[in-house]
């Protein structure tokens, strides 16, 4: 059978984060509630001209080469920090990134999980016309309430990639475990630029959808616990990832091993929340962080509130580590501005949230696109301004 899956995969973060420590010392609270209570050192802070799009088509064109972009006839676009009622985020991505005229692009949506919905698409249109590439791009801005208890699970991140037959970085294997529940832990109705969340409730949801997913998966077939060499789950803040993964470490009865979940908690640590963008960006931080996966089984847990949760493996392949970004990773996230206080409030009040018809945006944003701004009701994207 035909290797179906991931053939490259990278991921673009905004150019400025807040410390958790400034945050702590603004509420006047301990800042190890932060780093060892949820795990989280940072998160990543978009300024007003980086949004889903900007995000998406920035972390795509660092990992496509023009005989990508002349080969992908799918474009999938997963957030849920979407712009625009009908008109599709991915359009935009679609145009920037100068893909051709007869390639659909669509965008996908619910909460954290429409990525991994996305990826099982691409997968399965890949697999019945093994020629064809589909552009999957998770991209989010994950943002609530200020002063709420949520604030510090904020962050910023697009992961891109790139679905082909004969996969250079990792193969969809086996049957997938999934599980849907009604269930209002977390959601954003129409008229809120912030989401509802009920914290305590969602962690618990988590846990228990995490739980019935993998159940689903062993019945399908799926692969005994102690033959996976590194798992990665959705990481709204890096503790959630250590309590689901002591969850299935106990109902498998198997000795917790921090070591199979560590390495991929390294760049959400520092990026924060990136919601659809999560459980890819811990992929990411894995294949960075492990000396060698090659042949190895990663057990991949996705969850989106309200809620569906899946579990699925991922075959990783030889060779990988010559297609890991590591470098380029590194390099994003060391060249990073730390923002004082006033300036994360500054970017926290999207100006477009204010003025919906007319705005002109200064230049923040560190990546190759940016949002410009809006006229008459039509939203710009530009190339960046070179400093
Ligand atoms: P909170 O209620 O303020 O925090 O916010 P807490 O009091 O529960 O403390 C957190 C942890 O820090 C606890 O550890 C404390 O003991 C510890 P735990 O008992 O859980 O192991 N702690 C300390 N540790 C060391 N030194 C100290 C100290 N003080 C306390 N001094 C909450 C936590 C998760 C509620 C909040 O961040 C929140 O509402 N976040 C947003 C919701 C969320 O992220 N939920 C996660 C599951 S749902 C999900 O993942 C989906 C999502 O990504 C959205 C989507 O799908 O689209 C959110």
Redesign the pocket.
């Known amino acids: 059978m035909t290797a179906i899956g991931i053939d490259k995969i990278g991921f673009y973060s905004p150019a400025y984060y807040l410390d958790l420590a400034s945050l702590a010392a603004r509420d006047g609270?301990?800042p190890?509630?932060?780093?060892?209570?949820?795990g989280q050192e940072r998160f990543a802070m978009p300024p007003h001209d980086e949004d889903c799009v900007s995000l998406a088509a920035n972390a795509a064109a660092a990992i496509l080469t023009p005989e990508d972009i002349a080969a992908i006839d799918t474009l999938l676009l997963a957030t849920?920090s979407g712009i625009d009622q009908s008109k599709a985020a991915a359009v935009y991505v679609h145009r920037l990134l100068g893909l051709r005229p007869n390639c659909r692009a669509i965008e996908l949506k619910h909460?954290?999980?429409s990525a991994t919905a996305g990826l099982q698409l691409a997968c399965a249109y890949v697999a019945a016309n093994p020629k064809r590439k589909v552009l999957l791009i998770a991209s989010d801005i994950?943002r609530?309430d200020m002063h709420?208890?949520?604030?510090?699970?904020q962050g910023s991140a697009a992961v891109a990639m790139l679905i082909s037959a004969n996969p250079r970085i990792a193969a969809l294997e086996g049957n997938a475990g999934c599980h849907t529940h009604d269930v209002m832990?977390?959601w954003r109705p129409n008229h809120r630029h912030t989401?509802l969340?009920?914290?305590?409730l969602?962690?618990l949801?988590?846990l228990q959808a995490s739980e019935a997913a993998w159940r689903d998966y062993q019945a399908q077939g799926g692969a005994d616990f102690a033959s996976f060499a590194q798992f990665c789950y959705?990481?709204?803040?890096s503790?959630?990832g250590i309590?689901a993964h002591q969850r299935l470490c106990k109902i498998n009865d198997i000795a917790e091993d921090s070591g199979k979940i560590a390495a991929g908690m390294i760049y959400n640590r520092d990026i924060g929340?990136s919601?659809?963008a999560?459980l890819y960006l811990s992929l990411c931080s894995a294949l960075d962080h492990r000396d060698d996966l090659s042949g190895e089984l990663v057990g991949m847990l996705s969850?989106?509130?309200?809620?569906v949760a899946e579990f699925f493996a991922l075959r990783i392949q030889d060779g990988y580590i010559n297609q890991r970004r590591k470098n380029e990773h590194a390099a994003l996230l060391a060249n990073r501005q730390a923002l004082s206080l006033a300036q994360y409030e500054d970017f926290w009040h999207r100006q477009e949230y204010s003025q919906h018809d007319n705005l002109d945006l200064p230049n923040y944003a560190g990546g190759k696109y940016r949002f410009a701004g809006i006229e008459n009701n039509e939203r710009r994207y530009t190339l960046r301004e070179k400093a």
């Open positions: 609270i301990d190890q509630k932060y780093h060892q209570g949820i849920e909460a954290c999980y994950s609530y709420s208890a949520a604030e510090a699970t832990d977390f989401p969340v009920d914290g305590k969602s962690t949801i988590y959705h990481l709204p803040f503790k959630m309590k929340n919601y659809t999560a969850y989106g509130s309200g809620c």
